[in-house]
């Protein structure tokens, strides 16, 4: 059960450059979550899905679009990469429910130069 | 709209010391709250949340519904402990989409 798994690990993209981080979760979870990890702002939430086919924004969406074709995955693509957007990318994952912890992939550390 | 805050960005003690990471929320409604910790090199999980009234490594966590305050707690802190926490709220009903602090790095000193 490896839970949630994000790919790749680091990256590194010039800007104007485009890249697609990917998400997968064999937890069959309905909810899945894209936030970025930035010193002193805490975790901020780019987009999120409710379930395959539904996306919908969170606070820092600008620069960012994703996709969920399947229910197991989840896409984060950056179309024209800026150096802003350095940052790690967690993704997440849980079933809904106000009780439902959050489970966390390990990480995408991207630097744009 | 929900708010959590941690107001400490840092927070260094030494082991054997008392630890007590602080976070306010602000919502008109009934909360869940919850601590996630984010240890060196790992991913973030979840370390207790609200309603399970429960102790992990030590740790609890009190809702104060007066206050707004789900100050997390340790009597003891060991090295172990360092590590980033955060504090999020759920709001009952609605989207269920939580909201994070921004967080409070715990040093625990030898």
């Known amino acids: 059960n490896a839970g949630v798994t994000q790919t790749p690990k680091f990256r590194v993209l010039k800007t104007g450059q485009s890249m697609t981080l990917l998400c997968a979760q064999d937890?069959?979870?309905?909810?899945m979550y894209w936030y970025r990890q930035d010193p002193g702002m805490g975790l901020r939430l780019i987009h999120y899905s409710v379930g395959e086919g539904t996306t919908a924004k969170g606070e820092v969406p600008d620069g960012y679009n994703v996709s969920r074709l399947k229910k197991q995955n989840f896409l984060l693509g950056l179309e024209s990469a800026a150096p802003s957007q350095t940052s790690v990318y967690f993704c997440?994952?849980?079933?809904?429910?106000?009780?439902?912890?959050?489970?966390f992939g390990n990480g995408t550390r991207l630097t744009v130069t | 709209a929900q708010r959590v805050t941690q107001p400490e960005k840092l927070l260094s003690v030494f082991k054997g010391a008392p630890v007590e990471l602080k976070c306010n929320y602000s919502y008109s409604g009934s909360p869940e709250l919850f601590w996630y910790v984010q240890y060196s090199r790992q991913r973030l999980q979840l370390l207790l949340r609200h309603i399970s009234r429960e102790s992990i490594k030590g740790f609890t966590a009190d809702l104060n519904k007066g206050e707004t305050s789900f100050h997390l707690k340790k009597p003891f802190a060991q090295e172990e402990d360092s590590a980033m926490y955060y504090c999020?709220?759920?709001?009952?009903?609605?989207?269920?989409?939580?909201?994070f602090g921004r967080g409070t790095s715990l040093i625990v000193h030898p």
């Open positions: 937890m069959n979870h309905e909810y």
């Open positions: 999020a709220l759920t709001k009952t009903g609605g989207s269920y989409i939580p909201t």
């Open positions: 997440a994952s849980s079933y809904p429910g106000t009780l439902a912890p959050l489970h």
